[in-house]
């Protein structure tokens, strides 16, 4: 739990520095311009806009990843609630996902 703590953290200092779009709308947007580095998506996001986000995730070659909640993703930038992320960093994208592969090869 620990390092999904640190993943939501660094997702949080992407906000902070301004490289997260949020929502459906800008992260397709984002992930059509080339400036999306990697989309996070909640696991409890409804079937039409992961299906949305998934295809364009495949069709530009961005890297997605399935974590969090709603709820949990909002609060990681400070909104009631997010289904959807773009981080548009690379930086913070590779942080991100070395994080979570640390969560995942723990078994956490």
Excluded: W
């Excluded at 739990?1 to 459906?24: D, H, N, P, Q, T």
């Excluded at 070659?61 to 997010?82: D, M, Q, R």
Aim: aromatic fraction near 6%.
């Amino acid at each position: 739990m620990i390092v999904i703590k640190s993943v939501f953290g660094l997702i949080g200092l992407a906000k902070r520095a301004g490289k997260i779009s949020c929502g459906e709308s800008a992260c397709k947007e984002a992930i059509k311009l080339g400036k999306s580095f990697l989309i996070i998506l909640a696991q409890d996001v409804g079937k039409n806009t992961s299906k949305n986000i998934l295809d364009s995730c495949s069709f530009y070659k961005v890297k997605h990843l399935i974590l969090g909640t709603k709820e949990s993703l909002g609060h990681a930038v400070g909104n009631p609630y997010n289904a959807v992320l773009s981080i548009n960093d690379e930086g913070f994208a590779n942080g991100i996902l070395k994080k979570y592969s640390a969560n995942i090869n723990e078994g956490e």
